[in-house]
T-cell receptor, first 114, second 113 residues
Framework: DAGVTQSPTHLIKTRGQQVTLRCSPK?????VSWYQQALGQGPQFIFQ???????QRGNFPDRFSGHQFPNYSSELNVNALLLGDSALYLC?????????????FGDGTRLSIL | RKEVEQDPGPFNVPEGATVAFNCTYS??????FFWYRQDCRKEPKLLMS???SGNEDGRFTAQLNRASQYISLLIRDSKLSDSATYLC??????????????FGKGTHLIIQP
């Protein structure tokens, strides 16, 4: 039973570039949420995808966008990268978008902006 | 604004001791509550959900007080392997589905031999 998988594990970019991060949900899960975790902070909610649509969004600018595919996998895209975008990006999946469903996290992608 | 507040610690506790963490949340519309554990440079892992009646899982006991808007986690007979950061997590539902998890900054626990 595969858990949540994310790729790549590490990534180095420079300011102004664009990045795409990928996530495959846990088997049987259809909802994917993305989080940004800066050093020493708790994860911050970016957005959630269900039925290939963005359902909810946190306080992140439009430079952050995403997509969900028919197989429930998801991508996070960040344009015009800033130094402050350096963080661990976590993908979490759940069985449906309801609030009482616990979310299971992948190992994350560590993004460094130079 | 949604806020979840935790004492960051660190809590230095001898092995075998009992330790308790508290967490407060600001949004009374919060629907679901969880404790996650995060090891250094690893992903958060679900420790337990928190139910209104309180719940226990082995050495771990979670309590929810909706009136005072706080959640607690009690760890009995602490083990060296319990050393980690414990994240208090709240999930809200504004009627259109979950609004995403709101995490506290975490409480750092160090179990000493």
């Amino acid at each position: 039973d595969a858990g949540v998988t994310q790729s790549p594990t590490h990534l180095i970019k420079t300011r102004g570039q664009q990045v795409t991060l990928r996530c495959s949900p846990k088997s049987g899960h259809d909802t994917v949420s993305w989080y940004q975790q800066a050093l020493g902070q708790g994860p911050q909610f970016i957005f959630q995808y269900y039925e290939e649509e963005e359902r909810q969004r946190g306080n992140f600018p439009d430079r952050f966008s995403g997509h969900q595919f028919p197989n429930y996998s998801s991508e996070l895209n960040v344009n015009a990268l800033l130094l402050g975008d350096s963080a661990l990006y976590l993908c979490a999946s759940s069985d449906g978008p309801n609030s009482n469903q616990p979310q299971h996290f992948g190992d994350g992608t560590r993004l460094s902006i130079l | 604004r949604k806020e979840v507040e935790q004492d960051p610690g660190p809590f230095n506790v001898p092995e075998g001791a009992t330790v308790a963490f508290n967490c407060t949340y600001s949004n009374s519309a919060s629907q679901s509550f969880f404790w996650y554990r995060q090891d250094c440079r690893k992903e958060p892992k679900l420790l337990m959900s928190v139910y209104s009646s309180g719940n226990e899982d082995g050495r771990f006991t979670a309590q929810l007080n909706r009136a005072s808007q706080y959640i607690s986690l009690l760890i009995r007979d602490s083990k060296l392997s319990d050393s980690a950061t414990y994240l208090c997590v709240v999930n809200e539902d504004s009627g259109g589905g979950a609004d995403g998890l709101t995490f506290g900054k975490g409480t750092h626990l160090i179990i000493q031999p």
